[in-house]
């Protein structure tokens, strides 16, 4: 039996509840690849699980709530491909506070609510204090600490720690800690901005590495950074070359493998310099980006669609397979993201976008 050769690259992954992140690919994708995701209203419907700060803090209730549902998409979507979330064992790390926990090590205050992701309230911290600020002392602050806590429960319980944490990117960090004076400071003050970036940086790559020591003394070796971009529509292509690109390159370069989330942005204008950056090992991108030279430009990484929550409730059988056929014929291989679906979209719809993808021709 011939077992499939792992490529260097990176796949979407969507752990129950959670925000879409990326993980190694194995080998065994397929040519299109479907990878869905619902949002926590979704599954609070469904089987009414309370998405409030208990989920992100108790490691044993996340995973209590992880196995309701594994349950519910199985029943509710039967022979759909669920194996790949249901190999990974629980407790672990999957979903800790969204993707906050570096606005939280700043101090940014969270909103938790029990049908949604948190969100960072709109307290941010004054340019004096960004003039001064240093990358924190992760050994003692109390939001990393108590990610610890959760790596050694994890580690009694599963015996490995595994899971991933959406560190985000520099510049939607940078926003939620600075507010919209960010996109101000990048014209008029600079050197304040660059500041906040090296600082964001430096505390993602001590974040990751002391959280991948950990999982590598339980035998889990994550070799893989990610960042995501999703305010780059925010900024021109050259204000990204100048001011964020070098971060993007510094992080991809601490790492073997690295992604960039584009959201579902157009990425024509920044797909050369995303080709540019070390070890790039996944990119995605809008369905209104030039597919076929995104692949050209990017050989060697996964690529995928964000395909939109909205295209996929609104639009016709057959535009759902004509997208469907045009990203394999101009992407492929590649990720089809289907992300953040809600409680209002139609289970059949669900369905029939897995079969058509299953069903196209080669």
Same mark, same amino acid.
């Given at each position: 039996m011939n077992v499939p050769t792992?490529?260097?690259?990176?796949?979407?992954y969507i752990a129950p509840g959670c925000p879409a992140t990326r993980a190694p690919c194995d080998g065994s994708e397929p040519p299109l690849r479907i990878e869905f995701g619902f949002t926590p209203r979704w599954y609070r419907t469904r089987c009414g699980i309370d998405f409030g700060p208990r989920w992100h803090l108790d490691p044993q209730y996340r995973a209590q709530t992880v196995r309701q549902m594994r349950a519910v998409l199985r029943q509710t979507f039967p022979g759909l491909p669920w194996r790949t979330n249901e190999a #990974? /064992? #629980?407790p672990n790390l999957d979903g800790i506070h969204g993707g906050l926990t570096i606005a939280r090590i700043f101090g940014i205050p969270v909103e938790y609510y029990p049908d949604n992701w948190p969100a960072a309230r709109l307290q941010f911290i004054p340019p004096e204090i960004i003039d001064r600020l240093a990358p924190p002392d992760l050994s003692i602050n109390p939001i990393f600490e108590q990610i610890e806590s959760q790596m050694d429960d994890i580690q009694r319980e599963? @015996?490995?720690i595994e899971g991933y944490i959406n560190w985000q990117g520099v510049l939607n960090s940078a926003y939620r800690i600075r @507010? /919209?004076?960010? +996109?101000?400071?990048?014209? #008029?003050?600079? @050197?304040?901005?660059h500041h906040l970036f090296h600082v964001i940086t430096e505390t993602m790559l001590a974040g990751m590495r002391r959280v991948y020591d950990r999982q590598r003394a339980t035998g889990v070796r994550v070799r893989h950074a990610t960042v995501s971009n999703c305010l780059v529509n925010m900024v021109s292509p050259g204000q990204y070359q100048e001011h964020l690109?070098?971060?993007?390159q510094r992080?991809? @370069?601490? +790492?073997?493998? +690295?992604?960039?989330?584009n959201c579902a942005w157009n990425v024509n204008p920044y797909i050369d310099d995303y080709a540019a950056v070390p070890n790039l090992a996944y990119v995605d991108m809008g369905l209104d980006s030039d597919l076929g030279r995104a692949r050209e430009r990017c050989p060697n990484a996964r690529r995928a669609v964000m395909y939109t929550p909205r295209d996929l409730a609104a639009k016709s059988e057959q535009q759902l397979r004509d997208d469907l056929a045009r990203i394999l014929h101009e992407l492929g291989p590649c990720d089809v993201v289907m992300a953040d679906i809600d409680d209002n979209t139609p289970d059949s719809r669900v369905t029939f976008f897995a079969r058509a993808a299953a069903n196209l021709p080669p």
């Open positions: 792992a490529p260097q690259q990176l796949r979407s #990974v /064992p #629980v599963a @015996g490995r @507010g /919209p004076e960010i +996109f101000t400071d990048l014209l #008029v003050e600079p @050197g304040r901005a690109l070098p971060y993007d992080i991809a @370069g601490a +790492f073997d493998l +690295f992604g960039i989330h």
